[in-house]
C-alpha cells in the first residue's frame, strides 16, 4: 500500500513537471506595458512626456556628427535613418561573420565606429551609446521582433536558453522561475512580468534614466545574488539572442517606460 | 616507489581534512531526524521579537515572496503561501528544515536553502560561501513563525 502510495505521488510529480518551466505560448505574450499603471503608460505614450525621447534626439544630433579621424558621420554613409535603420533593432543581435558570433546593437555601433569612423568605442550605459541606440531601435518602434535567421545563430540561441534556465546565485533561482513560471504574480508588491525585451534602451523609473538590456540583465543576476556578467560579455549576448528568439513577433517600443 | 606515494596521500589527507574543517566553519553541522531539524542550530531558542523583524526586512527576502499576518506591511508578494498559522501546521523542528533547506522536499521548489552553501552556481563574490541567513537568524525566525498559530 505504502509502495503504492510512493509510485503514485512519483507518477504526480512526473506528470506535474512539464507544468513548470514551461515556455509562454505565443498568444499569452504581454509586454511590460500592459502590467504597469495608467500614469506610466501615458508617459511612455506621449513622446513630449515620455524621457526617453531626450536620448533619441540626442541620438539623431549624434547620427550627423563625425567623431573620429576618418571624418565619416553615420549619416553619410547610412544616409537618412528613418529609411535606413528601420527594422534593424528588431533583428538584433545578429551574427557577424568576420567575428563568426552574433554582435547586439551596441557592440555594432561600436564596430561602425572603430572599423569606419575610427572613433574610440563608447562604453555600455555612457551617454552617447545609449542616445545612439535609442535613436536606431526609435525607427523600428511598431515594428515585429524579427530575429535574424542566420542559421549559425542556433547554438548562440541554445546556450542563451540555458542561461535563461540555469538556477545560479545564493537565492539559487533562474530568469525562467519568474518570467516563465510566476509572470502572473507579485514579488515586493511589485508586477513580475514576463521579461519581454520590447523596449530597449528604456527609461526605467528607478533608474531615473535610460539603460541598456545588458543593464537590465545584470541588475537582475545581482538581485538574486549570483556574479553579474561583465558589459559586452558573451553570455549576456546570448541571453539578449535568446530573449528576441522568445520575443519574435511582438512590436518594438522603443524607448519604453517601465517603473 | 611505495614510499613516494605516502606523502601524496598524507597531503591529499591533509587537505581533505582542511576542507571539512573549512565547510564546518560556515556551517553549524545539525541532524535531520524525519521531516526535520529537532535540535536549535545554535543550541539556544531563537528571539521570536528579532525574528518577526528579520520575516519583515526586505534584505532577509521572506516578504518578498509571502505574504502574512502584518496589515500594516506594505509590498508583500503573493509567489508563496501566506504564513497566517504556519505554526500551527509545522512543528519547530519542520519549520527549522523548511528554512535550512525547502529543496529537500521539493526540488523544484523556488523557496532558497536559506543555511546551505553547496550545490550553488555563479554565486556573486559578496554571497560567495555564505548561508542567506546566519544559524542565529534561522533559529529567531523559527521561534516567530512558530508564534503564528490559527
Known sequence: MKRACAMLVAALLVAAAPLRAAEIPPDQRRSGYSFMGPDSKA????????????????????????????????????????ASMKGVAARYPAFDKALGRPVDLE????LCRAQHQQAPALDYESHDLLALSAFIANQSRGMPITPDGDSQLAPFIARGHELFMQRQGQLNLACANCHDDNWDKRLAGAAITQGQPTGYPMYRLEWQTLGSLQRRLRGCMTGIRAQAYNYGAPELV?????????????????????P | MANSLVPVVLLAAGTLAITSMARADTLVPYTVVGDGIPQSLTGRPG??????????????????CHSGPFPNVKFQGDLAPNLAGVGSRWSASQLRLRLVDASRFN???????????????????????????????????VAYLATLRD
Open chain 1, 238 to 258: 546570448e541571453l539578449e539572442l535568446y530573449l528576441m528568439s522568445r520575443a519574435a513577433g511582438m512590436p518594438i517600443e522603443t524607448p519604453a517606460v517601465r
Open chain 1, 107 to 110: 557592440q555594432r555601433i561600436n
Open chain 2, 107 to 141: 526540488p523544484a521548489t523556488i523557496m532558497p536553502s536559506f543555511y546551505r552553501v553547496d550545490g550553488l552556481v555563479h554565486v556573486g563574490q559578496n554571497w560567495r560561501d555564505k548561508p542567506i541567513l546566519s544559524a542565529e537568524q534561522i533559529e529567531d525566525i
Open chain 2, 47 to 64: 528571539d521570536a521579537a528579532r525574528g518577526r523583524a528579520l520575516v519583515l526586512d526586505r534584505t532577509s527576502t521572506c516578504i518578498l
Open chain 1, 43 to 82: 508617459m511612455q505614450d506621449d513622446d513630449t512626456a515620455n524621457p526617453g525621447m531626450l536620448w533619441v534626439l540626442d541620438g539623431e544630433a549624434l547620427w550627423n556628427k563625425r567623431p573620429g579621424a576618418a571624418n565619416n558621420a553615420c549619416a553619410d554613409c547610412h544616409g537618412d535613418a528613418r
